[in-house]
């Protein structure tokens, strides 16, 4: 029973560290990155498509995302897609690919984005020990009703805050690299 609590915790901090590392792909780094396209949508033929279904997406340059959309009869739908975007970008579309020139970053936007960064991994950090939280209880609901004794309980939250601080390490680990790319000029 209690490795099924370590495997259910094993299983939700995995997905905390994804959905982490996830959100910081799409965080713009001053260098090409085809991810920040990811959560773009484009109104093909009346329903919301994904831009990596409808384009072949490259970066030819490191600072220049080109993408070649199958149908050229869309170009004007991606490009109004981009410009309604939170990404900040402007395309230059020349009829047969859209080029988006990624600006370097100022100083100033440059701290903006490693505090954003920061406060994604303490969010991260926040359901990290909300699972703790979880997992503890219910060793604890185990205990109370005789399923395992005084002494596993107390291993057991040993191994949980364990896993929780390797965890936290890993997710220090993604913030620190992230705030490396974001700084670097």
Do not use: C, F, W
Request: glycine share 4%; hydrophobic share 35%.
């Amino acid at each position: 029973m209690r490795n099924q609590i370590h495997d259910h915790l094993s299983e939700k901090m995995d997905k905390t560290l994804n959905v982490l590392k996830e959100e910081l792909n799409h965080v713009r780094a001053g260098r090409a990155n085809p991810l920040i396209l990811d959560k773009l949508k484009v109104e093909y033929y009346g329903a919301e498509t994904p831009i990596k279904q409808l384009a072949s997406i490259s970066v030819p340059e490191p600072r220049i995302i080109q993408i070649q959309p199958y149908d050229a009869t869309i170009m004007k739908e991606v490009e109004k897609a981009i410009l309604t975007s939170d990404l900040g970008l402007n395309p230059s579309n020349d009829g047969k690919v859209i080029r988006l020139i990624i600006p370097m970053l100022t100083e100033e936007r440059r701290k903006e984005l490693t505090k954003h960064v920061k406060k994604l991994g303490e969010d991260a950090k926040v359901a990290l020990r909300n699972e703790r939280r979880d997992a503890i209880d219910q060793l604890k609901k185990m205990q109370k009703s005789k399923e395992i004794t005084e002494d596993e309980l107390s291993s057991g939250e040993k191994e949980v805050q364990k896993m929780v601080d390797d965890q936290v390490a890993l997710i220090d680990q993604q913030i620190n690299k992230k705030n490396d790319e974001i700084m670097e000029v």
